[in-house]
């Protein structure tokens, strides 16, 4: 295999800790639990994880809003629970990733309170601070972006929860200390950084005013309310006006330098990914970000298509390429953000079929693979009906705003929100076919509502048991892509591009060619790969029972849905 770093050949896995794993039986994850979770996703085949914060936090935006860079939530347990964790993932060969906020802290973190307590304090110049508000900029998570602070008279900004002030990162001191605290996780020895919203981090120093004609709760409302693809576009379009004095403003390439210099002060290959999907962090290949995320693949309106992943992969590998012969790709189709990649998907007929697609598709795409708690089983969104249990505070924000501004009625309101929170692909992670799926004992009422379908075989200890189970094919997909180089390593090269029922592509390196067929219909196929410079197909996987391990490559047989994988020689 070609010389890739660990993080190219890598399934992370995407751990929410506060979702994943309750170990002292308090009704939210913690370290104990997620320790205890090591053996499984060791099994399963999982190379890397994804922690996303840990840190203390009042808990507005459910860590992104952090009080203590160097500590860990005590509801997730103390300093050493966590160094016995990244020992114990390490020990098992898995690195281990933390989710670094830099663009704001909470509002209770030390440098804000300092900051805010008066204009003229050591820290008075680490946050944005005007005296009135210079413009109409919005929060993207709850209206006005100026929030008046009485002790210093003034307002400061924030583009999340007004719990969540932006740092002023024009000033050299709020990087030395964000540097150090990442300093200080480096050197207790985890592997890299998940980097939160970076295009957040810098303003427009003009303050330039938006031009939409509508205030936050208006234009999430009028998204609600869009049904054809003109409104759709229109409100769209919008949400970007709205935003972009916001974001992606000139510093970010420098200060992404900078932070990349601090992680190669140490040993081991160190690593970035940024939440964002524009290549240019990577920089020339190896002064900024060693990934960023192909988040257009996810964003397709309705299921998947083979059209829509080939367009994709032929634009994204391009852009790749231009930057450096090293850039490498990141696929991902979910994340705590986002409703989950099951339920996308799925067409109400054959969405167990799909859900199995996707996965295939990550493990065999070009690029390092993200997975999602729960990813692996199945889980869905769960839509929490009853507004007073929805934990996430942009959702119940715009609930309030439904109701006490745009008069939205109540249960109009209730469903809107259901839908629009985070709440609903965050549920605890279905352990079993017990009460609370076994995520927390029966007694105990966790901290968001658990999907019920854990009865209906979407739990890790039933699918375990079931060799025709999602996690099954999963597990054993897992191993097909480790033992397979050109799975990993090789070149991405689309075949039979006229098709939109079934997607196939090469993966080759040097020294070996595999062709993946992945059929997105239920139409069973027979297809001609005879113009291949190759004779045979040597199985390697497939999603059903088939008989022959070699076959010619003028008429391979595929059954709806299949998901087929062979060498080629
Ligand atoms: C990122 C996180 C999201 C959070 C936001 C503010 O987008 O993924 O969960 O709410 O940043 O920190």
């Not at 030395?176 to 300093?183: D, G, I, K, Q, V």
């Not at 295009?199 to 309310?225: C, F, K, N, S």
């Amino acid at each position: 295999m070609p010389e890739l770093k660990w993080w190219q050949k890598a399934l992370f896995y995407q751990i929410y800790p506060r979702s994943f794993a309750d170990g002292n039986g308090d009704g939210i994850g913690d370290f104990k639990g997620m320790l205890e979770k090591l053996d499984y996703l060791a099994a399963l085949g999982i190379d890397a994880i994804w922690l996303s914060p840990h840190f203390p936090s009042p808990n507005w935006d459910w860590g992104y809003d952090i009080s203590d860079y160097t500590a860990v939530a005590p509801e997730y347990g103390s300093l050493r629970d966590f160094e016995a964790f990244l020992y114990e993932a390490h020990a098992r060969s898995m690195h281990v990733i933390l989710d670094l906020v830099l663009n704001h802290t909470s509002d209770e973190h030390a440098w804000f309170l300092e900051s805010r307590s008066s204009r003229d304090n050591p820290k008075a110049d680490w946050y944005v601070w005007v005296d009135t508000p210079p413009n109409n900029w919005q929060s993207c998570f709850d209206g006005e972006a100026w929030t008046y602070a009485p002790e210093r008279g003034q307002h400061y900004y924030h583009y999340f929860m007004k719990q969540q002030p932006d740092l002023n990162w024009r000033n050299p001191q709020v990087k030395e200390a964000m540097w150090s605290a990442a300093r200080f996780w480096l050197e207790l020895g985890v592997d890299g950084f998940r980097l939160d919203a970076i295009g957040t981090i810098y303003e427009d120093p003009q303050l330039t005013p938006h031009t939409v004609p509508l205030d936050l709760a208006e234009l999430r409302r009028a998204a609600d309310l869009a049904k054809t693809p003109q409104e759709k576009e229109k409100v769209a379009g919008y949400w970007v006006d709205m935003f972009k004095h916001q974001l992606n403003q000139p510093g970010l390439h420098d200060l992404m330098k900078e932070l990349r210099s601090v992680l190669d002060e140490y040993d081991g290959d160190r690593m970035l990914v940024g939440e964002d999907d524009n290549p240019d962090f990577m920089g020339n290949g190896h002064d900024e970000l060693n990934l960023v995320f192909n988040f257009p693949l996810m964003r397709s309106e309705g299921p998947l298509t083979p059209a829509w992943i080939r367009s994709n992969q032929a634009a994204r590998l391009a852009i790749l390429a231009n930057i450096s012969p090293q850039a490498w790709p990141c696929n991902t189709l979910g994340n705590h953000d986002c409703s989950r990649a099951y339920t996308r998907y799925a067409d109400g007929i054959h969405d167990a079929e799909r859900a199995r697609l996707s996965l295939a598709l990550m493990l065999t795409l070009k690029g390092t693979p993200f997975l999602y708690y729960g990813e692996e089983i199945g889980m869905q969104d769960y839509l929490i009906e009853d507004p007073s249990l929805l934990r996430d505070t942009m959702a119940t924000w715009y609930y309030e705003r439904m109701l006490n501004e745009l008069k939205v009625a109540a249960a109009e309101a209730a469903r809107s929100a259901a839908l629009m929170t985070r709440d609903k692909n965050r549920t605890p992670m279905q352990w079993a076919n017990q009460p609370n799926a076994g995520f927390s004992p029966a007694r105990v009422v966790p901290w968001l509502p658990v999907n019920p379908n854990y009865a209906q075989g979407v739990s890790v200890a039933e699918q375990h048991q079931d060799p025709t189970s999602l996690l099954s094919f999963y597990q054993r997909l897992i191993q097909v892509r480790r033992s397979t180089p050109a799975l990993i390593a090789g070149d991405y090269q689309a075949l039979h591009e006229h098709s939109n029922e079934y997607l196939a592509f090469l993966r080759s390196t040097p020294g070996q060619t595999v062709l993946v067929i992945l059929n997105f219909s239920q139409k069973p196929q027979v297809l001609d790969f005879s113009q291949l410079p190759f004779e045979t197909a040597h199985l390697l996987f497939s999603s059903a029972g088939r008989g022959q391990k070699e076959e010619g490559l003028q008429h391979i047989h595929l059954g709806g849905f299949e998901v087929y994988i062979a060498e080629l020689r």
